[in-house]
């Protein structure tokens, strides 16, 4: 299945959409759900429901991360 969401600023593809767990995967297991769920209510990091699950792009999580760490310029 490869189903595609437009968004204002790119499109988004099925295979690049991640999950809650797979985001802590991402940040080397040091960071807990309470903190992702924090970063969403207080809108710093972007997601989607998709039923009771929180879905992510992989790509903005990246860039995220990279703003996060300081490493974006």
């Known amino acids: 299945m ?5 968004t204002k600023d790119s ?14 995967k ?3 297991g040091k960071i807990t759900k309470n903190i992702i769920y924090a970063w ?3 809108k710093k990091l972007p997601a989607m429901k ?4 929180f879905v992510f792009s992989r790509k903005r999580v990246q860039a995220f991360m990279a ?3 300081g490493l974006a310029s």
């Open 67 to 69: 703003k996060r760490l």
């Open 50 to 53: 998709v039923g009771r699950r």
């Open 26 to 28: 991402m940040f080397g």
């Open 40 to 42: 969403i209510r207080e």
């Open 11 to 24: 499109t988004i593809n099925s295979e690049d959409l991640i999950y809650v767990e797979d985001v802590i």
């Open 2 to 6: 490869n189903e595609e969401k437009n």
